[in-house]
């Protein structure tokens, strides 16, 4: 079992940076593969980013690539997500989840989430 609380959230402008923070409690965080994912109001939940269990491995979501930077500190059982350059469209609900294998893009892949921190970007 893997408690995961996401912080870091709130209003930002346009243009600007957050860093968003997921702690985990439980065993074995160091043995998941940890992601971040979105949901804007009516759409569906999004895939962000994700990073292996080791850190050695980084994915991330077309509309983010180049933006935002997923890394992790297993000695502090926490994950990040650098957002530089937001914009507008990248207003969401953000959660941060563990993977139970499978296909790193896929929600169903994911068996513990966070309750989600809420970011807003300002034009």
């Known amino acids: 079992q893997v408690q995961l609380v996401e912080s870091g959230g709130g209003l930002v402008q346009a243009g600007g940076s957050l860093r968003l923070s997921c702690a985990a409690s439980?065993?074995?965080?160091?043995?998941?593969?940890m992601g971040w994912f979105r949901q804007a109001p009516g759409k569906e939940r999004e895939f962000v980013a994700t990073?292996?269990?080791?850190?050695?491995?980084?994915y991330y979501g077309d509309s983010v690539e180049g933006r935002f930077t997923i890394s992790r500190d297993n000695a502090a059982n926490t994950v990040y997500l650098q957002m530089n350059s937001v914009k507008p469209e990248d207003t969401a609900v953000y959660y941060c989840?563990?993977?139970?294998?499978?296909?790193?893009?896929?929600?169903?892949?994911?068996?513990?989430w966070g309750q989600g921190t809420q970011v807003t970007v300002s034009s």
């Open positions: 989840a563990a993977s139970g294998g499978g296909i790193y893009s896929l929600t169903s892949s994911y068996r513990y």
């Open positions: 439980g065993r074995s965080f160091s043995t998941y593969t």
């Open positions: 990073i292996s269990w080791g850190g050695g491995s980084r």
